[in-house]
C-alpha cells in the first residue's frame, strides 16, 4: 500500500506490487531520467521506512498508519531533493523537485 501509493502518478500502469519485479524495472531504466531517480528515492525511502516500522512493532512501540508513514516518506524525499536542489550547480535538483510535486 505504502509503495503504491508514493508512486502511482510516478509509474502509472508501470506499479507493480510484486517486489521482484518492481526491482527488475527499476534497473531497467524504462522511464525518463527523473523519474526513474525519483522511483528509486521513493523505493529506498519505502524500505527504510517499512523496515523502521517493523522493528518499532518488534520492539513494543505503537505502530504508525499507512497515510502517517506515506506523508512521513513524502516529506523525506522533499527535504532530501531540497538539499539536492541547493548544493547541485545546474538546474537537475530544481527539475527533480518540481517532478516531485506534480506526482505527489
Same mark, same amino acid.
Given at each position: ?7 502511482? =502518478? ?22 525518463? =531520467? ?5 522511483? =528509486?528515492?521513493?523505493f529506498q525511502a519505502a524500505v527504510?521506512?517499512?523496515?523502521? /516500522? ?21 516529506v523525506e524525499i522533499h527535504n ?11 538546474? /537537475?535538483? /530544481? =527539475? ?9
Amino acid at each position: 500500500m505504502i509503495w503504491s501509493t508514493l508512486t502511482e =502518478k510516478l509509474l502509472g500502469s508501470r506499479l507493480n506490487p510484486d517486489w521482484t519485479r518492481t526491482l527488475n524495472s527499476l534497473m531497467r531504466n524504462r522511464l525518463n =531520467k527523473h523519474d526513474a531517480m525519483l522511483a =528509486k528515492l521513493a523505493f529506498q525511502a519505502a524500505v527504510y521506512w517499512i523496515w523502521r /516500522e517493523r522493528n518499532g512493532r518488534r520492539h513494543q512501540r505503537p505502530p504508525n498508519s499507512i497515510q502517517s508513514m506515506t506523508h512521513t516518506i513524502r516529506v523525506e524525499i522533499h527535504n532530501c531533493l531540497l538539499a539536492l536542489r541547493r548544493n547541485s550547480n545546474d538546474d /537537475e535538483g /530544481e =527539475k527533480l523537485l518540481l517532478r516531485w510535486t506534480e506526482v505527489t
